[in-house]
């Protein structure tokens, strides 16, 4: 019998990659897609456009269409949820437990209510997470992996305090730490300060819960790089996810930039 993964689409390009790794994968996905998921409906069994406001319908169809798993992908932004107008009973349940958890924690906890199974997004990824060594044309020079070592340390720390996972250094000083802005934004942040010859790091807490998110970097983030005037972007192999691997590693190469996969110790 054909498994029904429930698919709840935020923004950016995680969920049409995560639709068509789980339809290879003999699930029949119903896609709910609460931002523009572009490429997802050539995957989905059914695609029904959902708003974080209005919760009672997405649990009513998730019951109706039988679906036994439930996959998060993309980008949910809490403004979605507090500006988006009056909610409904179930979404306004969700809000009160975002008091002490994340907009995706609440969704999740709230799905949870109804028996479904909340899987680990790394099922549907794992041939794109980073690879450990430099997997560009240029190796980073001697100095360069002094940078990256003290931004992983650094990075690391950040990103198990639940500060941020990006930091910008640049001669063993740290140039920037990635808050509430964002990857990019820290990265444009840093470099600005750091001047030509920056590395950017990018790690992931120890405790990092997959269900709910997977840290990722790709052409946005190398051409924030390049353009801050960057060598190296390094980041946690095998916990971090490469968009668009193929433009990514053409983007570093032509620029020169080194990219690295560091493992953690």
Do not use: N
């Not at 989905?44 to 798993?69: C, D, M, Y």
């Not at 993309?74 to 958890?101: E, K, S, Y």
């Not at 990006?166 to 001047?195: C, D, K, N, W």
């Not at 353009?227 to 570093?252: F, K, P, S």
Request: hydrophobic share 50%.
């Amino acid at each position: 019998m054909e498994r029904s993964l429930g698919l709840m689409c935020g923004a950016g390009a995680l969920p049409a990659l995560m639709a068509g790794s789980a339809r290879r994968q003999g699930w029949r996905v119903v896609a709910f897609t609460f931002a523009d998921a572009s490429g997802v409906g050539g995957h989905a069994a059914r695609t029904i456009p959902s708003r974080l406001t209005e919760i009672e319908p997405v649990l009513a169809a998730l019951q109706r269409e039988r679906v036994g798993a439930v996959l998060l992908a993309g980008r949910f932004w809490v403004q979605d949820v507090l500006q988006g107008g009056r909610p409904d009973a179930a979404a306004a349940a969700m809000t009160a437990r975002m008091d002490d958890t994340t907009i995706v924690g609440a969704i999740a906890s709230t799905i949870a209510g109804l028996g479904i199974e909340l899987l680990d997004q790394r099922t549907f990824l794992d041939d794109r997470l980073a690879p450990a060594g430099s997997w560009s044309a240029r190796p980073p020079t001697d100095d360069e992996w002094h940078d990256g070592r003290r931004g992983l340390a650094v990075a690391r720390l950040t990103a198990d305090a639940r500060v941020g996972q990006t930091v910008v250094v640049r001669r063993g000083a740290v140039m920037a730490v990635e808050a509430a802005e964002g990857t990019t934004e820290a990265i444009r942040r840093g470099t600005g300060l750091a001047g030509p010859g920056a590395v950017v790091v990018k790690a992931v807490a120890l405790d990092h819960d997959y269900r709910f998110d997977v840290p990722t970097v790709g052409p946005a983030t190398l051409e924030a790089a390049v353009a801050g005037g960057a060598t190296v972007v390094a980041v946690e192999a095998g916990r971090v996810l490469v968009l668009e691997r193929d433009a990514t590693v053409g983007l570093a190469d032509r620029a020169g930039v080194a990219l690295l996969g560091a493992s953690r110790a």
